[in-house]
């Protein structure tokens, strides 16, 4: 499962932290989530609870926050931030535009403890 193996790196860039902050325990770890992501948060959250329990993070808590996706047009400058999957502008209806966000998962903060 895609989830599964998102989940392996996000664990092993955790286990890297807390290797660098010589801390042997994780209390804390907070991610986004892009709406364009291709992350199921559910499953991500299921295969975060079966993957944790062998290493550092295994009290930790999973925290995702979901990122809407943000498009900015390159035909009526307008910076959007939406809800769907679609990168038609709202405001001009043109294709013409560049995700900003949204598109990624990424690890945003840990929490340790030493
Ligand atoms: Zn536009």
Do not use: W
Not at 57 to 79: F, R, S, Y
Not at 81 to 88: A, G, K, P, S, W
């Amino acid at each position: 499962m895609h989830e599964y193996s998102i989940v392996s790196s996000l664990i092993e860039q955790c286990e890297q932290h807390a290797r660098e902050q010589h801390s042997t325990k994780i209390t804390r770890v907070a991610i986004k989530v892009g709406v364009l992501s291709g992350v199921e948060p559910e499953l991500l959250k299921t295969a975060f609870e079966t993957f944790k329990l062998e290493g550092v993070c295994h009290d930790a808590v999973l925290e995702m926050n979901i990122q809407p996706l943000i498009i900015a047009c390159h035909q009526c400058g307008v910076t959007s931030t939406l809800d769907e999957r679609t990168v038609v502008c709202p405001n001009c209806q043109s294709t013409d535009t560049r995700v900003l966000d949204g598109e990624d998962m990424m690890l945003m903060q840990l929490e340790l403890e030493q």
